[in-house]
């Protein structure tokens, strides 16, 4: 990979670790996050009380409890002014959503697993390797979504417009986060920084540094992520602008899994046991390399005017120049005063100073009563994004059946695989909007847009060429929205989309909100669902490989979902329903062979299917807190049921379950002692396939089950200041020969494993 010196020497040198070329690694990283604060300490301004912004700092000049209130998060400094404030944005219209701050400590130990915080997904057992969630109503497709579907399974390092976010600081501020665990030859870690600073109090600066690398436990399965992203906002009355620009680059190395599942499920069986190191593997010597890359702008002007209110928040109803003249008049009126005040010496007398305390009074009475907002009535907003998106899957391996052969098809010539494939896409949205609350009337906010879709897509041909597709969408929405306001709150948006032929595709889309008082705390009610009519996408209809191959036409896929939560104090429920019809997916075929030493394997070979009849599912989640004194516990609790289990691959039930003590050391170390397990019902999980980098439903005839199999983890989690780090035990359960650890077929989870954590705040 280009990398930067620093990160090819890690690649080159083994893991980051507190030592000689791990320090010097690390201290190359750090000196350059530190560099960019000095040379921008003097940008620093005081924010603006953003909307949708969380504060993250107080003004009693007291340290504050970091388990106290988990919604605002403070960090103190004597020497500089500090506060950030965060927000993410729509990413189709850049309207700011409320956020936290990535600086709590609490589950901070869990960030590093690909897995999720609560194990909701499968993975290939490496840090950073393609994952898929186990809950189906995490899956989400959306009509006309991202085409790339290869870095779909990568959602863990990759960053979406719609997920960054945005800062307003006091001072600049900076992050450095830094898990690791294992050794040079099979550790993982990853890096990352985040720098972010204010030129004045509407325009914001920022980016940030990823750096991931996997070595991985088990034979040709490491991981080397790269990203660096910059990102703006500016958040004035009239005009406001959110931009930001992400280049990615990911290496992964495929192993196609161990050969034999009993080398971990009954090592007995025989005569060496084998490390995990030492495991046969299906493949060598083979990669999948991707670039994603996104430029993405959203702005709006405001049209609107300036409401006056008094002290009370009245609205006042004179005309504005008439209350700044009346202001301007009170300060001139002052000065005034002031002059003709005796004084002796240049000093004021006692009479001067009274007469000044009771002008300034009187004016500052004056000036108070009245506060200045602005209205937006209407907004005219215009939201680009170009993705520049490339996949190259490398073999280099040689195939025959003394070698283990994985490949069963083959369509291009060679004894290696070279495929490449890209995407351009470029997409449009103009949209006006009437906004909500600029008249007491005026009880919704509406939003009427089309949007334009350029796509453009190459893959590999015969005779040493190129094929090139190109397709065009034309999008036209309606969207009617009720954001202001505490009890109630909802969102309708519907979209027809077309390709200039054909006006098949459509999505009605809702959400819904209801906050009730009820005894101190809050109800909280939440409905959302859909009906969606789309083409799948591009890769599901078209493909060019050497070993997969299809050019094929698919009817649209009808899917519905209806559902919502309930929640109250410590209890949350969820609840959806969903029906599909045309669900299109990857299928694997295996053919059986024996190999030259007698092993019984199979090649593999990869399609796409569509299951024309209606398919159902219901999903239930239990989210269940409890807290004694000291003692919490936390639970995520779910339950599927499908009525086409040879299709939509679930769990019956998935859970996860945090016990731990919560306290202080000294009165100043905030602490968290405990241990969580994970757990899901054994099913005939997807297996992975690397030909493609996507998860795909198991051949019927060869297929394996996987799960019963709890994994424990064991923690001490820490806060102190402008500090958090932890120390781990994961998979302390582990045992030789024991249960069925697999997080994927044929994909084992990594044994017992030491790791630990930290990530500093920086104010100026």
Known sequence: MNFPQPFRAAERNGKIRFRSGRLYRLFSLLSLWIIMVLTTTGMAQIPRNLAGGVPAFQTDGKEKNPWAEMDDDSIRTTDVPVGLKVWTIDPDFGTPRSARPDTLSHMFQNDAFTYGRTGRYNILGNLGSPRLSRIFTDRMVTMGGNPFIFAQPYDFFITQPGQLLFTNTKSPFMNITYHECGNKQNGEDRIRGVFSTNVNKRLGLGFKLDYLYGRGYYSSQSTAHFNGTLYGSYRGDRYQLHAMYYANHLKTAENGGIESDDYVKRPESFPTRYGTADMPTRLDKTWN??????????????????????????????NTPVLKGKLLSSAVAWEDTLKATPSVGGRMTADSAAVRTTVSADAAADTVRYNYHFVPVASFLHTARIDHNNRRFLSNRIENAGNSAYFNDFFLPGDSANDFTSVLSVNNLLAFELREGFNKWVKSGLRLYARHTFDRFTLPALQERRDTYTENHVTLGAQLLKEQGHFFHYDVRGELRTSGSDWGEFNVEGRADFNVPLSGDTLQINLDGYVRNMEPSFYFRHYHARNAWWDVDLDKEFRARAGGSIGYKRTKVSVHFETLQNYTYFAERQVPYTASDGRSLARYGVDVRQFSKNAQLMAVTLNQD???????????????????????????????????????????????????????????????SPVIGQWCVQDAGQRVKIGNYPTVNVYANFHLKDTRFYVMASHVNYSSGSGNPFWAPHYPMNRLVFRLGISWNFFN
């Open 289 to 318: 390399k991707m670039n994603v890359n996104t430029f993405y702008l959203t702005h709006r002007y405001n049209l609107g005017f300036e409401r006056v209110t008094d002290g009370e928040g009245r609205v006042v109803k004179k």
């Open 626 to 688: 409890f807290t004694w004194g000291i003692l919490n516990w936390e639970n995520e609790l779910t339950w599927q049921m499908t009525s086409s289990k040879d299709v939509l691959l679930l769990p019956v039930f998935s859970g996860y379950s945090n016990l731990y003590l919560r306290f202080r050391i000294a009165k100043v170390l905030a602490t968290e002692l405990g241990g969580d397990v994970r757990y899901f019902t054994a099913y005939y999980a997807p297996a992975y």
